[in-house]
């Protein structure tokens, strides 16, 4: 167990839909960064936040938002989802602002399947 | 932009052999580098990293990694590969005062026993 929990494991929708992926960070975190994991992209910065706000954006798509909220956890919401969409979304959280010393802690992911 | 690049997709090894993956990025600037491994089922997990200092690292697991300034490369070694090394390993590079974890597109390691 890294400390940072995601929920749920695995999700199965239907194209068009919306689902919310939920991360807490480890414990004493502040940031918390959202990448995507598929076959052909590898692992892609979605966003991050830290304390609340949000730090940096990568190449996360407008029907994909995120936000923190004050006890640090965070939801990825994917809206009119497609089946490109269907990868391994990952949350990592780390203390600081720029990952510090110790890099980042990952969580084990959030399987979706878009059918 | 950074950019990282991991040239090795699939590599397939026998137990005992010698273990060389490589990774190069793109950035004129000063760079923390890492090393994740993802085995089957697993989340990433830190291998090594690199921030300053002696250029070669140690890791976990006999792990080590050679940062070369000059050819923006930071590849991982191991001498002796085990079974229990099977799994997807991601070099990942962040701009110094960045936030932003920038990884290859990670290579798979199979080693048969």
């Known amino acids: 167990d890294s400390g940072v929990t995601q929920t749920p494991k695995h999700l199965i929708t239907a194209t068009g839909q919306r689902v919310t992926l939920r991360c807490s960070p480890r414990?004493?975190?502040?940031?918390v960064y959202w990448y995507q994991q598929s076959l052909d992209q590898g692992l892609q910065f979605l966003i991050q936040?830290?304390?609340?706000?949000?730090?940096a954006k990568g190449n996360i798509l407008e029907r994909f938002s995120a936000q923190q909220f004050p006890d640090l956890h965070s939801e990825l919401n994917l809206s009119s989802l497609e089946l490109g969409d269907s990868a391994l979304y990952f949350c990592?959280?780390?203390?600081?602002?720029?990952?510090?010393?110790?890099?980042?802690?990952f969580g084990s992911g959030t399987r979706l399947t878009v059918v | 932009a950074q950019s990282v690049s991991q040239h090795n997709h699939h590599v397939i090894l026998s137990e005992a052999a010698s273990l060389e993956l490589g990774c190069n990025y793109s950035?004129?600037?000063?760079?923390?580098l890492f090393w994740y491994v993802q085995y089957p089922g697993q989340h990433l997990q830190l291998l090594l990293k690199?921030?300053?200092?002696?250029?070669l690292v140690k890791g976990i697991k006999g792990f080590e990694a050679e940062f070369i300034k000059s050819k923006f490369s930071f590849n991982l070694r191991k001498p002796s590969v085990q079974w229990s090394d099977t799994a997807e390993y991601f070099c990942a590079v962040r701009a110094y005062n960045t936030d932003k974890l920038i990884f290859g597109t990670g290579t798979r390691l199979q080693v048969f026993p």
């Open positions: 990592a959280s780390s203390v600081g602002s720029g990952g510090g010393q110790s890099g980042y802690t």
């Open positions: 950035y004129g600037g000063t760079v923390n």
């Open positions: 936040y830290y304390n609340g706000e949000e730090r």
């Open positions: 414990s004493g975190d502040l940031s």
């Open positions: 690199y921030f300053s200092g002696d250029p």
